[in-house]
């Protein structure tokens, strides 16, 4: 229980009831320490994947791969989970792990003030608490992103982000537009092509595409995870040497043989099966392979080539009531506009109002942008903890490996707290500073750096990414070294 002889007895707040929350909760509870909430601004559990529902959605990180260590699925039905399957995994583990009865639901946490060695936390609905931690699981990709294009508001008929997508809009025989040509948009054409009378795909920027199908599991094979783990266990490790060795380990290498070898399958996927030559340039990026986030899809470049497909490479001069008005003076006439503009992947925590020791404000700290020891701790917002924080492995890995890599860590760091070595512990200035100067230094090497503009990329151009292998990341995450963090009281 929370109250060992020895240890003092802490209360925890989590922000978040999406994959990390759920995990921390969890960890939690099999330590004994059950004196928290977990504050969720939504209705049920479940995260990105409770929020993203546009047709085709489906996790880009293998299905085996994508699963908590400690609660590995047999049921899976494809290779690449779809997002209501996630989302009904992380409902049942939230069920099995009795975890449901600690969430405060449909309740926004608004400020987290550090006071007195204390985190005073207030919620929407006028609730305050009072807790010696909080851990920040608040998630990446969550505040839509929408395009300054003028006139986007003038559009009449249904328009709506991906994110927040509408299901009483009838698409049947609609005449619609998508604005994005990253994996959202990728997928939700692949997913309505059949569906529409035409789709108008409006690209700034062409996208490389790798070539990975997604069959099913069979019955049978389902039946084999069920009656045998250890077939579970032997899937998720092929899976994981697969995905560190042949993908998230190359894109920092730039020059590495497993990315040349992604790079020319993404070129002959491009050259063998898009037969207009015409539509073959236009869709043609003219960076490397996976400078900017890689897409996966077996189906894009089938569906763009349709008759109903309409590839549109004009720039966007403004929105009209009845549709899109390209810079050639086109109008293009929609019945729905569909947003696929991604998230604001800086957000984190904000704009909810974080203050740490003496009244520093994390707005006025991250003004620049966001920064973290590990992208665990902020200097001066001690027994504040995040996972998947600034400059971590969001772009090359499962996050749940991630999560609970650093979930493992944090608990770590609570414990020099619980054993009475401190009341407060936070990372050094002089810590992060010099950890961010050797990431900035590594990222050269990158092949996020070779020459294109994308979500990873800070206002430097430097990709706000984990720019080392992944095995150098566990090993970091296996022991927390303490010469790194400031001890108070």
Request: aromatic share 10%.
């Amino acid at each position: 229980m929370n109250d060992q002889p020895g240890l003092r007895n802490l209360r925890f707040a989590i922000i978040g009831a999406g994959m990390s929350g759920i995990a921390s909760a969890i960890k939690l509870i099999e330590s004994g320490q059950t004196d928290f909430t977990v504050y969720e601004k939504a209705d049920r559990v479940g995260g990105t994947w409770r929020e993203n529902t546009y047709p085709g959605v489906t996790c880009d990180v293998p299905s085996h791969l994508y699963r908590y260590a400690f609660s590995p699925n047999p049921n899976w039905s494809h290779m690449f989970s779809p997002g209501d399957e996630i989302e009904r995994y992380f409902e049942s583990v939230a069920n099995d792990y009795d975890v449901n009865p600690y969430i405060r639901f449909n309740d926004e946490v608004t400020s987290c003030v550090f006071k007195n060695a204390k985190w005073h936390i207030a919620t929407r609905s006028g609730l305050s608490d009072e807790v010696d931690v909080v851990i920040a699981a608040t998630g990446v990709l969550h505040h839509p992103n929408y395009p300054e294009i003028d006139g986007l508001r003038s559009f009449k008929p249904p328009m709506f982000h991906s994110a927040q997508w509408d299901h009483s809009v009838d698409l049947d025989d609609a005449r619609v537009g998508v604005i994005g040509t990253g994996s959202t948009a990728v997928q939700i054409v692949s997913a309505i092509i059949d569906q529409v009378r035409s789709l108008s795909l409006f690209q700034r920027t062409a996208q490389w595409i790798l070539p990975i199908s997604n069959p099913d599991y069979s019955e049978e094979e389902k039946e084999s995870f069920r009656k045998n783990p250890e077939r579970m266990r032997e899937t998720y490790e092929f899976f994981s040497k697969m995905f560190t060795e042949g993908f998230a380990d190359a894109v920092v290498d730039a020059d590495s043989p497993q990315m040349k070898a992604i790079e020319e399958a993404c070129v002959r996927n491009l050259e063998d099966n898009v037969h207009d030559p015409e539509l073959r340039e236009r869709l043609r990026p003219d960076y490397r392979a996976a400078c900017k986030r890689l897409i996966v899809s077996a189906s894009f470049y089938d569906s763009i080539q349709k008759p109903n497909a309409h590839l549109v490479t004009e720039g966007i001069e403004r929105i009209e009531e009845s549709g899109v008005r390209t810079r050639d003076g086109q109008l293009h006439e929609l019945d729905v506009l569909v947003l696929a503009t991604g998230f604001k992947a800086d957000a984190f925590m904000r704009p909810m109002k974080v203050s740490g020791r003496d009244g520093v404000e994390l707005s006025d700290v991250w003004a620049k942008r966001p920064n973290a020891y590990l992208s665990i701790s902020i200097p001066d917002f001690p027994n504040f903890f995040m996972l998947n924080g600034p400059n971590g492995p969001v772009g090359n890995f499962s996050l749940i490996e991630v999560a609970e890599l650093q979930i493992d860590y944090v608990m770590q760091l609570v414990d020099t707290i619980r054993s009475r070595r401190c009341r407060e512990i936070s990372a050094t200035k002089e810590a992060m500073d010099t950890l961010d100067a050797a990431r900035i230094e590594a990222a050269k090497q990158t092949v996020w750096t070779t020459g294109c503009h994308s979500w990873y990329l800070d206002d430097r151009g430097v990709p706000a990414n984990w720019t080392w292998t992944f095995e150098r990341f566990r090993e970091v995450m296996a022991k927390p070294d303490l010469g790194a963090y400031e001890f108070v009281g």
